[in-house]
């Protein structure tokens, strides 16, 4: 590495505030009458600071390229944000080494589970009509975001039932409607639901079945709206549900860079076969105490795991103890 390299690099770390804001999920996520982010500091050198429930698993999400999270507010705070990191970096054309991204995706994993009550502190990026909290495509650790449990398995939030005439108008186009909290006239369409868990009950789907499908469903009075499928194994293990079934997700935005008022989906990680509501139970109602690694069995894979930490502690003030 080069002198010079090594001084920008210097820089760009020094630059990074250690400043920590804490906000709303929803003043994170607000945006003006084009779909544009209000917040001044967002892509700055700030940090800022979300505390909610992890609503998903990355791998069930995104391919192993990329890891990506989202935690969703609690206590009104009626927004969800995306926590995002990726091997490769565009447009800084910056790429991990395979052992660097395993090292950061252990790290940011760091055995986190949906359902988890978790806070998270990072620099952010608007990025197709939302504000993710992310490296900024950098991989120097002075950008890495960090994420702290406050309590294990409280369990997803109870998906908010929604009807697609709320998100689409009469005209078919998006419902789009800057929120401002102060304000419940504005709490309604895309905008209001974004990075939320909803159900949309009563609709048939159709399109590409599979592993990171597109689909779309349909109401029985003919509104539309996009359907994403993750990488959840369910998606190659089930076939897919047919006639009037209910569909559990998160919504979604993934927006033309020239139009962040639209492109607003519901994303489906996983699908257990039940046939009549598209979505992964497990979690839904939380896990029982002895379901260590949260697959809702209790069997000795959770055994396994229990005795591979066999006295081992997370209390660093003994001079015995292991770093969990």
């Known amino acids: 590495m080069t002198k010079a390299v090594r001084f920008v690099l210097l820089a760009a770390m020094i630059s990074i505030t250690s400043i920590c ?50 935690i969703q507010g609690e206590n009104g705070d009626h927004a969800g944000t995306a926590v995002y990191m990726g091997k490769y970096n565009y447009p800084t054309g910056l790429l991990y080494s395979d052992a660097d991204w395993a090292g950061e995706v252990v790290r940011a994993n760091n055995r986190f589970q949906p359902g988890d009550r978790v806070r998270v502190t990072g620099l952010t990026w608007f990025y197709k009509g939302k504000t993710n909290i992310n490296e900024q495509h950098q991989i120097a650790p002075a950008y890495n975001f960090t994420i702290d449990l406050i309590d294990p398995a409280v369990g997803l939030p109870e998906p908010e039932v929604i009807t697609l005439d709320m998100v689409k108008k009469p005209t078919g186009d998006f419902n789009f409607v800057p929120v401002s909290e102060s304000d419940a006239a504005t709490h309604h369409g895309c905008e209001w639901y974004q990075g939320v868990l909803v159900r949309i009950n009563d609709v048939n789907i159709s399109g590409t079945w599979g592993l990171n499908g597109t689909m779309t469903m349909k109401d029985s009075a003919g509104r539309t709206f996009p359907l994403q499928l993750g990488f959840g194994s369910g998606f190659a293990k089930y076939p897919a549900p047919t006639g009037q079934i209910d569909v559990i997700g998160i919504f979604d935005q993934e927006s033309p860079a ?29 896990y029982h105490a002895g379901d260590i690694n949260k697959d809702c069995e209790v069997n000795f894979a959770d055994f396994a795991e229990m005795a591979a930490n066999w006295l081992k502690c997370s209390n660093l003030s003994y001079n015995e103890c292991t770093n969990p």
């Open 21 to 70: 804001s804490a906000i709303t999920h929803r003043s994170l996520q607000a945006v003006d009458e084009d779909g544009v982010y209000t917040n001044s500091d967002i892509q700055t050198s700030a940090k800022f600071t979300v505390e909610g429930i992890i609503l998903n698993k990355s791998e069930e999400m995104v391919d192993a390229q990329t890891w990506q999270i989202f």
């Open 258 to 286: 020239n139009n962040p008022t639209i492109g607003y989906r519901i994303w489906v990680m996983n699908y257990d076969g039940n046939g009549s509501v598209l979505t992964d139970g497990c979690g839904l109602n939380g």
